[in-house]
C-alpha cells in the first residue's frame, strides 16, 4: 500500500465525522463538505494550516507525537484510531534494513506454546499470525472451525480467505456483515504495523480485487484491535453456539497471539462445546478406523 494514500485517505475520512458543533467551533457559511474544514482541524491542533494541509496530503514523516496527538484530540479519535495515526507515521519515516527472505519467514512456533494450546482441552484454542491466519490450533479448535479447515488439508489456515471468498462463511457467522467489517478494521491495523510485509499487502489486494464487501468497508478507513468479546456461530454439526473470545498477546513472539473461546458451564452454548468435544473425538476416531 501507498503509505501517503492511506494517510491522506484515513485523516480525511476523520475529518468528515466531526462536525463544527462536536468541535464546539460556530459553523460560518455553507459547506461543500461534510465535517471540519483544514482550517479549523490545524486551528484545533495548533499547528498552522499550512503544515495541516501538508500532514493530510499524506507526508506524516517527521511529525512529532505531540503533534500527532494534538490532531488526534482536534479530530477526536479513540484509542485505536490515535495509535492507527501513530503507526502511519512510524510507517511513513525511514524503515530499518531487512532483506526479503527475513520480512517473509514463518515465525517459528515454540514447542511449549504448542504444549499449551493442545492443554486447554476445555475451550478451542487458536494460535495467529498478524495476517490472521491460524499457524496452530487444538482439537477443539480444529473442531470448532471445521468449516474452514475443511478446504485446508494442513495448517495455515487463513481466516480472512475463508471470511470473505468461502461461501460456506455466512452460514457460519449468523452476523457475518458484523465480523466481516471489524475483521477489515482489524486488518487495516495490521497493514500500519506492518507495512514491509509483502504477503500482508498481497492479501489486500487479493481480497480487494474478489470481495466487494471487503473493497467498501476498506474504503471506509475504520480501525478495530480485536482484545475480547463476543462471537455467534452456526456449525454444521452442533447448531448455534454464542461463545466469548479472548485474544492473549506473546510478548516474546512477535505478531503471534493465542485466541480462545469459551462459554458459562450449563449454558446451552457451554453445553455446545461439550457436544462439540464429543463430536470431534467421533470425528478423530472414525478417521482412525478409516487409516
Do not use: C
Not at 517459528?108 to 499449551?116: D, F, H, L, N
Not at 494450546?117 to 482439537?139: C, E, K, Q, W, Y
Not at 497471539?257 to 449454558?267: K, N
Amino acid at each position: 500500500m501507498d503509505n501517503r494514500s492511506e494517510v491522506r485517505a484515513f485523516l480525511t475520512s476523520r475529518r468528515a465525522k466531526v462536525s463544527p458543533e462536536q468541535a464546539g467551533i460556530p459553523a460560518y457559511g455553507s459547506r461543500r463538505v461534510a465535517g471540519l474544514r483544514r482550517g479549523e482541524v490545524a486551528a484545533l491542533a495548533g499547528v498552522s494550516v499550512e503544515y495541516y494541509t501538508r500532514l493530510e496530503r499524506g507526508n506524516l514523516a517527521g511529525a512529532s507525537d505531540s503533534v500527532l496527538d494534538a490532531i488526534a484530540r482536534a479530530l477526536q479519535l479513540d484509542d485505536t484510531e490515535t495509535a492507527h495515526l501513530h503507526h502511519l507515521a512510524r510507517a511513513a519515516g525511514p524503515q530499518p534494513a531487512r532483506g526479503r527472505a527475513q520480512r517473509d519467514k514463518a515465525p517459528e512456533i515454540r514447542p511449549a506454546i504448542r504444549r499449551v494450546l493442545h492443554s486447554m482441552t476445555g475451550v478451542p484454542a487458536f494460535l495467529r499470525n498478524h495476517r490472521f491466519d491460524i499457524l496452530a490450533a487444538n482439537p477443539l479448535g480444529m473442531a470448532l472451525y471445521a468449516p474452514m479447515f475443511a478446504a485446508n488439508a494442513a495448517l495455515p489456515a487463513s481466516s480472512m480467505r475463508f471470511t470473505f471468498l468461502d461461501p460456506h462463511a455466512q452460514a457460519f457467522y449468523p452476523e457475518w456483515a458484523q465480523v466481516a467489517r471489524s475483521a477489515v478494521a482489524a486488518l487495516r491495523i495490521a497493514a500500519a504495523q506492518h507495512p514491509e510485509d509483502q504477503q500482508l499487502m498481497n492479501l489486500i489486494g487479493e481480497l480487494s480485487m474478489r470481495s466487494e464487501p471487503f473493497r467498501a468497508w476498506w474504503a471506509a478507513q475504520d480501525v478495530y484491535v480485536h482484545r475480547h468479546g463476543s462471537k455467534r456461530f452456526r456449525h454444521p454439526a452442533i447448531g448455534e453456539l454464542d461463545l466469548a473470545f479472548e485474544v492473549l498477546e506473546l510478548p516474546g513472539d512477535a505478531a503471534l497471539t493465542v485466541l480462545t473461546y469459551s462459554a458459562e458451564p450449563g449454558t446451552g452454548s457451554g453445553d455446545g462445546l461439550e457436544l462439540l468435544a464429543a463430536w470431534a473425538a467421533a470425528q478423530e476416531g472414525a478417521a482412525t478406523r478409516i487409516s
